[in-house]
């Protein structure tokens, strides 16, 4: 299995990112995936998660602003993320949680 996330960056308060998430190595349109944060000295955050079926959900604070979406001819995971706040910030793993893989991140920083 291999994940591999890209589209972070700094971006001011109010703007927006858009994260990818290139999947290799298992059969990706099979498995739920889902998008988490990590901020320093905290455990690691479920933000959003889809299921094969094209079920979604999200923790209360990005309802609204962030929106998961798949790609299954692209083996491609996608998090757009509006109205940043700097509570956003953090490292955003992409993973399969029936697997237990993520991949290697990718920081975001919402800063003025």
């Known amino acids: 299995v291999q994940l591999v996330e890209s589209g972070g960056g700094l971006v001011q308060p109010g703007g927006s990112l858009r994260l990818s998430c290139a999947a290799s190595g298992f059969p990706f349109s099979q498995y739920g995936l889902s998008w988490y944060r990590q901020t320093p000295g905290e455990a690691r955050v479920q933000v959003a998660t889809?299921?094969?079926?094209?079920?979604?959900d999200y923790i209360e604070a990005v309802k609204g602003r962030f929106s998961i979406s798949r790609d299954n001819a692209k083996n491609t995971l996608y998090l757009q993320m509006n109205s940043l706040k700097p509570e956003d910030t953090g490292v955003y793993y992409c993973?399969?949680?029936?697997?237990?893989?993520w991949g290697q991140g990718t920081q975001v920083t919402v800063s003025s």
């Open positions: 889809m299921s094969l079926f094209g079920y979604t």
């Open positions: 993973g399969v949680p029936a697997l237990e893989q």
